[in-house]
């Protein structure tokens, strides 16, 4: 169901109807000389090394409210804020029934009009930097995810 795309040193993650569904970023570990980071990873990359995790960045909350163009209604307004709250819950939810109390929000860079949430994954053991691998590790939460009616 979920499928990765490498692009320069981070994953793009699909669901089944081929959209962007968010970015899986591994954590490389100390890459020493800075300056060699792009080669370094490239090198990673290609020799499948093993990665202990990284994080996901996925969609938070669309607030509807944004948009330079609006012109609604009270009651509108007030659906969007009690959806967006109903929405944030489930967040607050899913981050503390699965320990990730640790994560940043920021806006969107692609929507103004939309929150970003990234946060830590542990794989379950050091992980080849392979597509079909990483996917397997990332599926549970992927698919827990979709199940919260967070993707």
Known sequence: MWKLETDDGFFRIYDSKKMVAGYFDPDYGDIFPKENSE???ASML??????????VMVPLVKFGL???DLDTDINTIEQNI???NEHLQKWKNF????DRQTHSIRISHTDQDMLTI???VKFSKPTPLETKHLQEELFTTLDLLQKSGLL
């Open 39 to 41: 080669e370094i990873v």
């Open 46 to 55: 290609k020799n499948h090394d093993k990665i202990l995790g990284g994080v």
């Open 66 to 68: 944004f948009d330079t």
């Open 82 to 84: 009690t959806r967006v």
């Open 95 to 98: 981050l503390s029934d699965t």
């Open 118 to 120: 990234t946060f830590e």
